[in-house]
């Protein structure tokens, strides 16, 4: 969905074709140069994961390298000003072969030239990511873009060779995780490495303009903001026992249905608006405390509750209120709200759209005093010129820690609903808590961390029991 404020081709947009990997549709209009691997500046690629959401930020990352785009309108645009230059994908890896396929053919047939990964660097396995990694050179970027559970593991290997990174949302699915990518982002800097990560609002020029207003005091001093993601939600048939219990879990039919892989339904949808909240108030929550609940007589076999709602408190006793629900047949939203003390504001819109303006007064009816000026890049293609400037320019770039602590942000609300507890900021930090300790150890033989019951369901969580903190 889109509003006239975001008229350029999205990696949200890629990410909807992941049925087919149709990149033709997120591409329109792309002029492909010609690439010239002996180039000494060229950006060679290893993409660790080939879904959707990693064959988007390879095409963003080759528009970023100078390819040019076309509009809705046909206008056609410069991609990646002043972080133009050579780019090539050289390797790729995937515990699916159909996946992998699926991603390379898509991704050739769109990109060509720049799409460059012979058979031989096309990876299977746990330890794919190693040997993709590893046909990368000091100065390359890997992208990782698989399940959260092993972004750490990724992160840490790519540090370790020398390699910059672009990671992909979520971070990491606990607090044991999190601080392994603290780690990492530490060793990273002491080598200066690059690392993007994949909360791009903050690349938005919509949303940094009303920081900017927020900061210099147009609202007033900010008081509450509401965060909503309500839709119809991610149902999940019961476990058959036909396939392997652990790759059945891994697979693209099940993203965001296990805690131990993905980190849950909630933090996969609501981590940027989580963020966004932390962003306006310029600090981290104290603490969190919630509810949520499943619909009576649900089937889902998940380990996902329906409905969150989260109260996060600052140090100076300001609100956020965060919820989700994905129920069907309900009322949906997508937005994040101000309130200061002269004014309220909507900070952004429907699918990330950047509606980002002050109201006259408390009320959306009261008309619009203020809007962010048009974005000419959409955010998701920003934070990959950011990332590619900062390694041509040797500009020092890191977004590691930022990332971690909102992802460990999202963690602390989602525990709070899980154990029924209050939970504070230092508690989170303070938390080894892993939902699978042995994670860096698993092969395709391995048995699934979690493990589903005789009707082929698996654990939800239950306020007064359940522990993640």
């Keep these: 969905m889109k509003t006239s404020q975001e008229q350029l081709p999205s990696r949200r947009e890629f990410i909807k074709t992941t049925g087919r990997l149709a990149a033709a549709s997120a591409l329109a209009g792309v002029a492909i140069p010609h690439v010239h691997a002996a180039e000494d500046n060229t950006i060679r690629l290893a993409l660790i994961g080939c879904g959707g959401r990693g064959s988007g930020a390879v095409a963003n990352a080759m528009s970023a390298g100078g390819l040019v785009l076309g509009d809705d309108n046909g206008t056609k645009r410069a991609a990646g000003t002043g972080a133009g230059g050579p780019i090539k994908l050289i390797a790729m890896a995937d515990l699916r072969q159909d996946k992998l396929d699926q991603s390379h053919n898509a991704l050739k047939q769109t990109l060509g030239d720049w799409i460059d990964v012979p058979a031989e660097h096309r990876f299977l396995g746990f330890d794919a990511y190693r040997k993709a990694i590893d046909c990368l050179r000091p100065g390359d970027v890997a992208i990782l873009t698989t399940h959260a559970g092993f972004r750490a593991l990724h992160l840490e290997y790519a540090v370790q060779k020398g390699i910059n990174v672009f990671m992909e949302k979520v971070f990491a699915p606990d607090p044991g995780g999190i601080k392994r990518i603290l780690r990492a982002g530490e060793a990273a800097e002491q080598k200066n490495l690059k690392i993007g990560a994949g909360l791009m609002c903050r690349h938005s020029s919509a949303r940094q303009a009303m920081i900017q207003k927020i900061r210099d005091g147009a609202m007033g001093d900010i008081q509450l903001i509401r965060a909503y ?25 099940h993203p965001y249905q296990f805690l131990w892989s993905s980190g849950g339904i909630f933090i996969e949808l609501m981590i940027h608006q989580i963020d966004e909240c932390f962003w306006i108030k310029d600090s981290w929550p104290v603490s969190a405390h919630g509810v949520g609940g499943r619909v009576a007589g649900s089937t889902d076999c998940s380990q996902n509750l329906d409905s969150y709602a989260i109260e996060y408190t600052f140090a100076d006793g300001t609100k956020a209120q965060v919820t989700g629900r994905y129920t069907p047949k309900c009322h949906e939203d997508f937005a994040t709200y101000v309130h200061g003390t002269k004014c309220a504001g909507k900070f952004s819109g429907n699918v990330h759209a950047p509606t980002s303006w002050l109201y006259q007064d408390q009320r959306e009816q009261s008309g619009i005093a203020w809007r962010a000026p048009k974005e000419t890049v959409n955010p998701w293609q920003a934070e990959w010129d950011v990332l590619l400037s900062a390694i041509r320019n040797n500009k020092p770039h890191n977004e590691s820690r930022r990332a971690a602590l909102a992802n460990l942000g999202a963690i602390m609300g989602r525990a709070a609903v899980h154990s029924g507890q209050i939970i504070t900021w230092d508690e989170a930090l303070a938390s ?38």
């Design 229 to 253: 993601r309500m839709d119809s939600g991610y149902f999940m048939p019961p476990f058959s026992r036909s396939e392997n219990e652990l790759l059945w879990q891994l697979s693209p039919g």
């Design 432 to 469: 080894n808590f892993q939902f699978c300790p042995n994670v860096d150890a698993l092969t395709a033989n391995s048995p699934a961390p979690v493990q589903a019951d005789a009707q082929g369901r698996y654990p939800a969580p239950i306020p007064g029991k359940t522990v993640e903190i």
